[in-house]
């Protein structure tokens, strides 16, 4: 017997599915594309644009030339506020980054209880940045605050008063606020590693801290690059919780490169040199990022066994 030949009309052929459906999936992607070119790339000319102009918010655009980057690049306070946001980039980098890590790998664990303790340590991230700087300057007022309150002497200090306190305690309530972020990025990435790597490990002995260091780190790599470039981007635009909280002070203590732009264009009134200064904060954040990707490299054997 002969067996019929099939008839392939009206069948696409196996090179030509997966072409209409990368077509299809494209035409996905225009809304996002508009939506990018309408609020981020247009804006984005148009403070690039204005970084060239005279205007105090109100009145009439005039042309300046590069007077406005003139007064910025020649103003001594730049450096300061530039040295300032990057202290700020590289400390709450070192306090966020090993506190979501451990954070992470503990609420990945299959206790019903870490279900509970996630919800609470998600809630910071709820509040809003204005009322938790207002908060925590109610409770560091050496007068009517937490330690005057509770009559411990060692809280009752001056902690918005001098500068290294402020710094610190920016650093602090940044930290307390956007570590539970990043312990959600890192406790998706813990639950992606395959738990043959730790049955592995548990049959050659090795102990938890081990099995932390020789696989749980290694593979969080990508995940460690893509949570820092998060951070080190967010960081760059802390604006809110430091405005409440310090207002740049003391003196220049904590006034960062964005607070830099505010106080230059909301009340001095000179949009050009803040729109000149907003252009540099996009420069260093893109400088960052490019330099965090180059540094975590590509592993495609790493990448995919890790989930971010």
Same mark, same amino acid.
Request: no cysteine; glycine share 10%; hydrophobic share 55%.
């Given at each position: 017997? +002969? ?13 030509? /599915? ?11 992607? &225009? ?9 981020? /790339?247009?804006?984005? #000319?148009?403070? *690039?644009?204005?970084? *060239? ?30 040295? &300032? ?20 790998? *503990? ?6 209880? =870490? ?7 998600? #809630? ?17 007022d050496p007068n009517f605050g937490l330690g005057a309150g509770l009559g411990i002497p060692i809280l009752v200090q001056d902690w918005l008063g001098k500068p ?7 650093? *602090? ?21 395959? =738990? ?6 548990? #049959? $050659? ?17 990508? +995940? ?15 604006? $809110? ?19 830099? @732009? ?8 000179? @949009? ?7 252009? #540099? ?11 965090? =990707? ?15």
């Amino acid at each position: 017997m +002969t067996v019929p030949p099939i008839s392939t009309r009206g069948s696409a052929s196996p090179a030509a /599915v997966p072409g209409g459906q990368g077509r299809g999936l494209a035409w996905l992607a &225009v809304p996002a594309l508009l939506f990018f070119i309408a609020f981020g /790339v247009i804006p984005l #000319i148009g403070v *690039f644009v204005l970084s *060239f102009t005279s205007w105090d918010g109100l009145g009439e655009i005039r042309p300046a030339g590069f007077d406005s980057w003139q007064a910025v690049l020649t103003d001594p306070g730049l450096p300061h506020a530039l040295w &300032v946001t990057f202290l700020v980039i590289a400390l709450s980098w070192v306090v966020q980054t090993p506190a979501s890590i451990l954070l992470g790998t *503990f609420l990945a664990g299959a206790q019903r209880y =870490r279900a509970v303790l996630a919800v609470f340590y998600f #809630i910071p991230l709820l509040l809003s940045s204005a009322a938790i700087a207002i908060t925590y300057k109610a409770l560091l007022d050496p007068n009517f605050g937490l330690g005057a309150g509770l009559g411990i002497p060692i809280l009752v200090q001056d902690w918005l008063g001098k500068p290294v306190l402020a710094f610190g305690v920016v650093i *602090f309530v940044v930290s307390w606020q956007f570590i539970p972020f990043h312990s959600l990025i890192y406790q998706g990435g813990v639950r992606q590693i395959p =738990r043959s790597m730790y049955e592995a490990a548990e #049959i $050659d002995g090795a102990g938890r801290v081990r099995m932390f260091f020789r696989i749980t780190l290694p593979q969080l790599k990508y +995940t460690i690059i893509t949570s820092s470039t998060l951070m080190v981007v967010g960081s760059l635009v802390f604006f $809110d919780l430091i405005f409440v909280l310090t207002a740049g002070g003391p003196g220049d203590a904590t006034r960062v490169l964005a607070l830099e @732009m505010y106080k230059r264009g909301f009340q001095a009134n000179l @949009m050009g040199p803040a729109s000149a200064i907003a252009v #540099i904060l996009v420069l260093v954040g893109l400088a960052l990022a490019m330099l965090l =990707r180059r540094l975590g490299g590509r592993d495609a054997s790493h990448s995919q066994l890790e989930g971010a």
